[in-house]
């Protein structure tokens, strides 16, 4: 049963988003997937209850690496909610090897190939970390559109082409640079971290999100915040100074939220009042 009347509009809620576990609901109309399921089942259970959602309400979920703070909840999950979970293939492949009872319930995706559910179609893209295959996704319904990239080490002309032209885009603000350089971490941590196939800092997501502005991203949330490593008020400051002058709203997830945002509809050229 639908608890939720279909809208103009699409929604994301952030269930989860950061090292300690990560989760995003994206609901367009009647459909609704998760992005990643890094907490307990527990936790998405009480969050989709309090949006008046079931799990017989959700279509599937998408993976976007193998990491345990994104795929926790997976294992218990189809126990008792037989949802299917899409990954590309190398993906796929480490979440049979980890868990042989997710097997039945794999749906091989093409990476830049879109796929089909209900009144949305998702795009996965690659982004550049350390494990063989790691992707973000990019959600579009008749007018609306979502993407989500984060754990990545650098900004690839591949993320762009995915992310530019996005009413509402989520991207990562992993760390501070001064923070993890002089931080508690081991020195080869570090040199993981702030690797090409590590993870974002607050400097470069700032530079990503001036071009995501510049080319119509109406709301920016930023993502994926460590929280040895980094402070919601550097990150948001950082990147609010890169926006000045664009008129996008800056926003920041909560390493547990929810965090709902309206992702409304593009203006088109014939829009544009002169």
Known sequence: MDNQPASEYMYITV?????????TLVSAGHTRLLIDAGISMRRITSFLSDAALRWEDINGILVTHEHSDHILALPMLVKYHPLPIYAPHTVANRLRGRYPELEEHLCIIPVGEHVSIGEVHFTAFHTPHDTDESVGYRIDDSDCSF????????VTDEIRSALLGCGTVLIE???DEDMLINGPYPL???RRILSERGHLSNGNAAILARELAEHGTAHIVLGHLSRENNLPELAMGTVAAALLGTGAELLCAPPLGPLTVSVEPLLKSEDVPC
């Open 15 to 23: 269930f989860a988003s950061g090292s300690s576990g990560n989760c």
């Open 147 to 154: 993407a989500l990239a984060t754990d990545m080490g650098h």
């Open 173 to 175: 603000a992993n760390h």
């Open 188 to 190: 080869p941590l570090k």
